[in-house]
């Protein structure tokens, strides 16, 4: 299966982007889907993951700003993030799992399959 995320950009804070990943070669329905963010100089970091009964697990940090979502029948899952900050400026990438994925192992990089290649945002203050 291949990724392709796109929608990153520049933004000033307080404002609002929407992510895509477009999922190839797979049914997106059967992945548990994640987004992940990397700031220079620090790891990779979980943001938000969708499982396949659509239950959505968020981070502190992101919680009731970002929100994940799919749209089968365009086999894409979108971040619609609002409210950003400064604190929010990394690389943004989405990631694939086996449906299967309890909820422990959603937060680590390590269980997801298949990643896109990332997406720029950075917000100004």
């Known amino acids: 299966v291949q990724l392709q995320a796109s929608g990153g950009g520049l933004v000033q804070a307080g404002g609002s982007l929407r992510l895509s990943c477009v999922v190839s070669g797979g049914t997106l329905s059967t992945y548990t889907m994640g987004w992940f963010r990397q700031a220079p100089g620090k790891e990779r970091e979980f943001v938000t993951a969708?499982?396949?009964?659509?239950?959505?697990y968020s981070s502190d940090s992101v919680r009731g700003r970002f929100t994940i979502s799919r749209d089968s029948a365009k086999n894409t899952v979108y971040l619609q993030m609002n409210s950003l900050t400064p604190e929010d400026t990394a690389v943004y990438y989405c990631?694939?799992?086996?449906?299967?994925?309890?909820?422990?192992?959603?937060?680590?990089?390590?269980?997801?399959?298949?990643w896109g290649q990332g997406t720029q945002v950075t917000v100004s203050s």
């Open positions: 990631a694939a799992g086996r449906s299967g994925l309890i909820v422990s192992s959603l937060f680590a990089a390590s269980n997801y399959d298949n």
């Open positions: 969708l499982r396949i009964n659509n239950n959505r």
